[in-house]
């Protein structure tokens, strides 16, 4: 017998999971897929209309909380957090490590001078942590956190950078190695270095991190990325909502955690 599980996330998470989802379509899992974008009040009609019998979704600032509590007592699997929820699977990728392949990218480069790029999120603060632990006593690692892009889709761009990006941008010492915490901030650094006339990469070394060829590929110049192993991540999310389907008892004190991949060099920081 099948079991239905209601898959609720954005299409671009969507999008990264669906190949090491897709075998478990072969298996005793049937996926119905809702938008975790949607008003709280309609997928809360979804979820009783549905009825899944498992739920798998990804950590979004409030919206998760919210989500889980009308889903209490239905197996749960959440992506890319390390937050722990009682009976509830977490996956993620170990955003630490994160931070220390970009460094060690940028360190590789002979750069001497390095920042960081932040949004205020917990992965974000984990992967600063990573990169200035790496960088460590060699250079200062000066961070600014840019607020607003939880307003805006993952993958649209069109925010204008905020004065506060403008002038931490003109103060830093170049040339500098800038680790933006996720591919959308990398590449809203860059279109702010292009209005400001700050060269990237003969000025600004720039690396994102997700490797998200969708955003990577239209950013000007081409934006470097750490790369996450997204087939890994939707292998353990769908292992581990078959075994709660299951029944088997597995230790859900600690998340579930993927190493990342290595970064992915383009040509926002290619020249070094």
């Known amino acids: 017998m099948s079991h239905q599980v209601a898959i609720v996330m954005s299409e ?24 975790i974008h949607r ?13 899944p019998d498992g739920l798998i979704t990804e950590w979004l600032p409030e919206k998760t909380e919210r989500l889980l ?19 509830v699977v977490s996956v993620d990728v170990d955003d630490e490590a994160v931070g220390r392949e970009a460094a060690r990218a940028l360190q590789r480069s002979g750069l001497r001078h390095f920042a960081c790029l932040g949004n205020g999120q917990p992965y ?18 000066t961070v600014h956190t840019e607020s607003g892009f939880e307003e805006t889709r993952y993958s649209e761009s069109f925010v204008r950078p905020s004065l506060e990006l403008r002038n931490w941008l003109m103060d830093l010492p170049r040339p500098i190695g800038i680790f933006a915490v996720h591919d959308p901030l990398g590449r809203y650094l860059c279109g702010a270095c292009q209005q400001l006339g700050i060269k990237v990469p003969d000025e600004v070394s720039v690396i994102g991190a997700n490797n998200d060829e969708l955003v990577c590929g239209l950013t000007h110049p081409m934006l470097s990325s750490v790369s996450i192993p997204w087939n890994a ?8 909502m078959q075994g709660l389907l299951a029944g088997e008892k597995r230790d859900l004190a600690e998340p579930r955690i993927v190493q990342p991949g290595g970064v992915i060099i383009r ?6």
């Open 267 to 272: 040509h926002s920081a290619h020249h070094f």
């Open 12 to 35: 671009v998470f969507l999008r990264r999971l669906t190949p090491s989802l897709m075998p478990f379509v072969r298996g005793d899992l049937d996926f119905r897929i809702v938008s």
């Open 124 to 141: 974000s603060d984990q992967r600063i942590k990573g990169f200035s632990d790496q960088v460590g006593a060699d250079a200062s690692v």
């Open 39 to 51: 008003p709280d009040s309609e997928l809360e009609r979804l979820l009783d209309d549905l009825e």
């Open 233 to 240: 991540i939707g292998e353990v999310a769908g292992e581990s």
């Open 69 to 87: 509590e009308r889903a209490r007592g239905i197996p749960t699997v959440i992506v890319d957090t390390d937050f722990q929820y009682p009976g």
